[in-house]
């Protein structure tokens, strides 16, 4: 079965610092792709970044990077420079390649920013 | 940047009677439209998965004859919840897929639909 795993149902930080948030996933394919997804309170899903497992440099965009470590299954988004508006919830999902690349969400950080 | 419209973004509606919600791309063509289910705090449950001009595949669990897809052409899927119950009153949000691959064509998401069952 393939399953996604956020093990921080919570987290705060103060504005302007930096953030990790966790993911770990289970698969037994080699080619996939990883994303987290911010949706904040008015619930639309919002890409933040992605990750080709194929690819062995980590992702960036921005403030958000990702450390993809391959072999243990994990795949964590770091914030830099937290601003208020990345108060929202994130999602970490995965999808394997082939027809029907259904996303698969894992269950989800709470994240706040304090100013 | 691709649009998926979702419409309506919230009704409410009483026990027995039926709601469509629909999705449309409305700039690219979506050849796989995705159906999640989302309770309060909880993550996005994956429905069904439509794909245009086919049967849609439910996941384990989602009774397809009261949660009717249809994705009839390369723009709308509709997602019918039939014969309403209390319990059904959720989140519902669809996805959007186009073109072949996922490199050119991430998920585009509607901005989901409010359903309130009295």
């Known amino acids: 079965a393939q399953t996604v795993t956020q093990s921080q149902p919570e987290m705060s930080v103060q504005e302007a610092e930096t953030v990790t948030l966790s993911c770990t996933y289970d698969t037994s394919e080699n080619n996939y792709y990883l994303f987290w997804y911010k949706q904040p309170p008015s619930r639309q899903m919002i890409l933040v970044i992605r990750q080709e497992a194929y690819k062995q440099q980590n992702a960036t965009e921005n403030r958000f990077s990702v450390n993809f470590q391959k072999a243990a299954k994990s795949f964590s988004l770091k914030i830099s420079d937290s601003q208020l508006g990345d108060t929202a919830m994130y999602f970490c999902a995965f999808t394997v390649g082939g027809a029907t690349n259904k996303l698969i969400f894992g269950t989800g950080t709470l994240l706040a920013v304090q100013p | 940047g691709a649009v998926v419209s979702q419409h309506p973004s919230w009704v409410i509606c009483k026990s027995g009677t039926s709601v469509k919600i629909e999705c449309r791309s409305l700039d690219f063509q979506a050849t796989t439209m995705f159906w999640y289910r989302q309770f309060p705090k909880q993550s996005l449950m994956l429905m069904a998965t439509s794909n245009e001009g086919s049967k849609a595949t439910y996941e384990q669990g989602v009774e397809k004859d009261k949660f009717l897809i249809n994705h009839a052409s390369l723009t709308l899927s509709t997602l019918t919840v039939t014969s309403a119950h209390p319990e059904d009153s959720s989140f519902y949000i669809c996805?959007?897929?186009?073109?072949?691959?996922?490199?050119?064509?991430?998920?585009?998401f509607g901005n989901g639909t409010r359903l309130t069952v009295t």
């Open positions: 996805s959007a897929r186009g073109g072949r691959g996922w490199e050119n064509s991430p998920l585009h």
